[in-house]
């Protein structure tokens, strides 16, 4: 999920047939310079980190196949094909994520609520329209405030919702972890409505929905995202400086540039968002 928004993109080893083990290894131990593959140096020992070698070599360049040694009993994922295989349609894209749920019957049903507790952390699925156009508030009673009909929501349903209800759900560890639950803000604007959305697309697998980068994937990165709600933070970013780190990313870290996914407009109503939400919030 994260990966098409990274640049550059991480290596396709099913289509590098001359990596060698040893240049894996390297790129494990000592990262990749001006990417967001960061050093596991002191994070794996050399044994791990020539078996993560040995493995990427066999399986993924010279045998050109995904991972498929993932979910096994070992990993933690016994009896894998049966207990979640609801979830494999969405996982593979044969159901759209953000289908009507009106049009799927009770087990696609329970396959999707799978999909988002436990698989889309690392499996996107597909998306019936282009994932981060302009979301309107799903609300009938609001769709003129925002421009048209109502659209499908940030959860992959459709239908009525209200302000306290989790727009980001679905990275996988929400129930988990409490800083991938959404801050309940009762008197957003239509803007920051179409912001919310957003950030929670774009934004959240990384900084957190929350805002404090400290979720699951927020905490692993090296550097560690920043805390847009941090009380001890000396000054608060201005929109300028958000506005130019959201377009160009920032050298040497995960923060990819958002210049060409998201629109001028798109950029702004999340800017709108965050400082309401969390830089304006702080005590």
């Known amino acids: 999920m994260a990966a098409k928004y990274l640049d550059p993109a991480p290596r396709n080893f099913t289509e590098s047939p001359d990596l060698t083990a040893d ?12 990417s967001a593959m960061q050093p596991f140096a002191g994070i794996l020992d050399d044994a791990e980190m020539e078996a993560v070698a040995a493995f990427v070599l066999e399986t993924m360049v010279h045998c050109a196949a995904p991972n498929i040694r993932y979910h096994t009993a070992a990993n933690g994922w ?24 009106i049009s ?16 889309s952390i690392c499996h996107e699925g597909t998306v019936q329209r282009a994932a981060l156009t302009v979301a309107q508030d ?19 349903g459709h239908g009525d919702h209200n302000e306290h ?14 800083h991938d639950r959404i801050p309940v803000l009762t008197d957003l604007t239509p803007r920051q409505r179409a912001g919310r959305n957003l950030y929670q697309r774009a934004c959240a697998l990384c900084h957190a929905a ?40 920032l050298p040497n870290t995960s923060m990819p540039a958002f210049r060409e996914v998201l629109e001028t407009e798109q950029i ?9 939400a969390f830089l304006d919030s702080r005590p």
């Open 104 to 119: 799927l019957n009770a087990a696609q049903r329970s396959g999707l609520d799978l999909f988002r507790r436990t698989c």
């Open 138 to 156: 799903p609300r009938p009673e609001n769709a003129a405030a925002t421009g048209g009909a109502p659209s499908p929501n940030p959860n992959g």
């Open 210 to 249: 929350d805002g404090t980068g400290r979720n699951w994937i927020g905490t692993f990165l090296d550097p560690n995202p920043p805390s847009f709600t941090d009380a001890d933070a000396a000054t608060s970013p201005s929109d300028d400086d958000l506005r130019q780190v959201i377009l160009g990313g």
């Open 23 to 34: 240049r894996i290894e390297r790129a494990v131990r000592h990262g990749r310079a001006r």
């Open 78 to 101: 016994p009896e894998h094909e049966h207990r979640n295989g609801p979830a494999f349609p969405f996982v593979t894209g044969t159901l759209a994520v953000d289908a009507r749920e």
């Open 165 to 178: 209800e989790d727009y980001g759900r679905g990275y996988g560890h929400e129930d988990e972890n409490p």
């Open 268 to 276: 702004e109503e999340i800017i709108t968002y965050m400082r309401r």
